[in-house]
């Protein structure tokens, strides 16, 4: 295989690479061209890293079509670089332009195939203006640094799970009930559109799977199931909701990362969110130091410091009834004001994390009416054995808790919310068999990724971001 840039860039200099195989071929795609009397620089990047390959032609022709969004194989010999900026570049001794990209709308257009310039021309363009092209953001240098992290991320998930013991569950995308009682989700139907609306030939309940069927917004219920089998499990999957928060913190579709242990009370389960996220921070500081140098500089100035100060603090922990009672004692003029029974707005979260605690929190314990019914209730018949992980600037981060596990209780709470006992009766089947405490969190795996890279907006840490009103 030829080499990747970032290979490209830990090779030792001076010779021929491979050494005995002749010429060194590097691949990837125009990110600029200076020219100079005699000498030209093509700074070429394959996304295998943030830093590009320089290329010197010196006295070589540089071919036609060799322009900004081009991609190219260009050969030669790896140097040291005589100029500030890089440590080694290409000297290059032949290339060739691969794919050319239209750098003016001036060309020939053709029904079906307009000629329009590529648009990336800049160096600098919004994250807005980025979000119309999401075919082509990749190739930004923070979009290209956003995914790479990402994708260094989910491997990590993965690994921290597998050390502990947990199996990796796929959970369903299809689903017949709402986890979270929420009722913000997607109808999935086979039939044509006027048969959903209209009551001409509509079955209520009927369709493809002869019953109602929607997008999951949690595998939570299934993830318990096999929690009640396997110990421990975990999901790392699609999540769909159909809430119209348009903000710069939720999508309509993300991914979810679930664990649900066995026999974990919820202390074991902040010990595991807390545990967790460090070691994500640890993987991501210790894997993409790079990209995060580059998030440090130009998107969240000292993310790398806050990052390594966490891993080294422990997680502010408060209830609920504690955190209310800092809120109504500050002197912050919340639009929202607090008081014990409220849900607690993004402002208030912020305000803990940042002004009381400047860190992450841990929030316990909260009201039963403002959480879902599968919480497990305390002896005070008014809190149940939630947490939420707070952090600074995005507010929540993980939601989670005990489960209620005990068959009576939760068949009391369930008849008060009003909830259809026979759709869930699997679900209480496992407080029928064997039932155990349990415990378990989801983690919005975008809300991580913004919060360890500093992007302001959700949008901006997924690849194609399908949030209301958009789906670009
Ligand atoms: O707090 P939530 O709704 O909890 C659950 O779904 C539980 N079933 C999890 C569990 O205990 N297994 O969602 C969990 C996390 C949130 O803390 C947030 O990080 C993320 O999912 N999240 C979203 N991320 C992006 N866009 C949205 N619309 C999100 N809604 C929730
Ligand atoms: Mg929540």
Aim: include cysteine; charged fraction near 25%.
């Amino acid at each position: 295989m030829f080499p990747l840039i970032k290979e490209i860039l830990a090779m030792k200099t001076g010779s021929r690479i491979p050494p005995d195989s002749g010429e060194l071929r590097v691949r990837g795609w125009v990110r600029t061209k200076r020219e100079m009397k005699n000498l030209v620089f093509v700074e070429v990047n394959d996304g295998s890293c943030l830093s590009n390959l320089q290329c010197t032609f010196d006295g070589i022709p540089v071919p036609a079509g060799l322009s900004t969004g081009a991609s190219v194989e260009i050969s030669g010999r790896l140097v040291l670089s005589p100029a500030q900026g890089q440590a080694v570049e290409l000297a290059a001794e032949a290339v060739t332009v691969v794919g050319r990209a239209e750098d003016s709308p001036a060309g020939k257009a053709e029904p079906g195939n307009p000629v329009k310039a590529y648009p990336l021309q800049k160096k600098r363009h919004s994250l807005e203006f980025l979000r119309e092209i999401p075919h082509l953001r990749g190739r930004t240098n923070t979009i290209g640094a956003v995914m790479r992290v990402r994708s260094a991320l989910a491997f990590a998930v993965h690994s921290f799970f597998r050390k502990q013991g947990f199996q990796y569950l796929h959970t369903p995308i299809i689903t017949g009930n709402d986890a979270e009682g929420a009722g913000a989700m997607f109808r999935v139907t086979a039939q044509d559109p006027p048969a959903v609306s209209g009551p001409a030939g509509a079955k209520p309940g009927g369709g493809f799977f002869g019953r109602e069927s929607y997008l999951t917004v949690s595998g939570q219920l299934e993830a318990e199931t096999y929690a009640a089998a396997l110990s421990r499990v975990y999901t790392f999957g699609p999540t769909f909701r159909a809430e119209h928060s348009n903000t710069a913190r939720h999508l309509a579709e993300f991914w979810m990362i679930e664990p649900e242990a066995a026999f974990f009370t919820l202390s074991d389960n902040i010990a595991l969110a807390e545990a967790f996220l460090k070691n994500l921070f640890s993987a991501v500081l210790e894997e993409c130091g790079e990209d995060l140098r580059f998030f440090d500089e130009r998107i969240e100035k000292g993310i790398i410091d806050t990052l390594k100060s966490i891993i080294d603090s422990r997680f502010t922990r408060m209830t609920y009834t504690q955190a209310v009672a800092e809120l109504e004692k500050s002197r912050q003029p919340f639009e929202y004001k607090p008081y014990w029974g409220c849900d607690m707005q993004s402002e208030h979260e912020k305000y803990l994390t940042e002004k009381i605690a400047g860190g992450p929190v841990v929030v316990t314990d909260y009201p039963k009416e403002i959480k879902a019914f599968y919480m497990k209730q305390n002896d005070d018949g008014k809190t149940v054995r939630a947490m939420d992980v707070l952090v600074p600037r995005l507010g929540e981060i993980i939601g989670g808790s005990e489960r209620e596990n005990r068959l009576d209780v939760l068949q009391n709470r369930m008849t008060e919310l009003g909830m259809n006992a026979e759709t869930y009766d699997w679900y209480l089947d496992l407080r029928r068999y064997g039932s155990v405490p349990h415990s378990g969190f989801g983690m919005g795996f975008e809300r991580l990724v913004q919060y360890i890279t500093g992007m302001a907006n959700i949008r901006d840490v997924i690849p194609y971001p399908r949030a209301a009103g958009q789906l670009y």
